[in-house]
């Protein structure tokens, strides 16, 4: 069994920032790539953010500059450092990770989601 639990959404005015997190937890074997989608209301998910497990990250264009993963190996947690943050950047963050839960078991998992509203 593997849980994602994230953290760190919330309501912010157009220019602040917030950072989430998502912590895995359970049945785990080792974790490759982790990432974050969102979805806002009538649009299909995207990717926001990722990162394998060597540490290469890649962006959608939209947040480039402005947005930032990290990753703490140690804790298998990765982190989203969002900055400068626009109203279309509102949407609910979903957490996803590529995780190895035994020697030949490996599946993709999702976080709850977190609402991120930008607004003034």
């Known amino acids: 069994q593997v849980q994602l639990v994230e953290s760190g959404g919330g309501l912010v005015q157009p220019g602040g920032s917030l950072r989430l997190s998502c912590a895995a937890s359970g049945s785990i074997f080792s974790i490759y790539a982790m990432g974050w989608y969102r979805q806002a209301p009538g649009k299909q998910r995207e990717l926001v953010a990722a990162?394998?497990?060597?540490?290469?990250?890649n962006y959608a264009d939209s947040v480039k500059g402005r947005f930032t993963i990290s990753r703490d190996y140690a804790k298998d947690t990765v982190y989203l450092q969002m900055n400068s943050l626009k109203p279309e950047d509102t949407a609910v963050y979903y957490c996803?990770?590529?995780?190895?839960?035994?020697?030949?078991?490996?599946?993709?998992?999702w976080g709850q989601g977190t609402q991120v509203t930008v607004s003034s």
């Open positions: 990162i394998t497990g060597g540490g290469s990250t």
């Open positions: 996803n990770a590529d995780i190895r839960t035994g020697q030949i078991t490996r599946g993709d998992y």
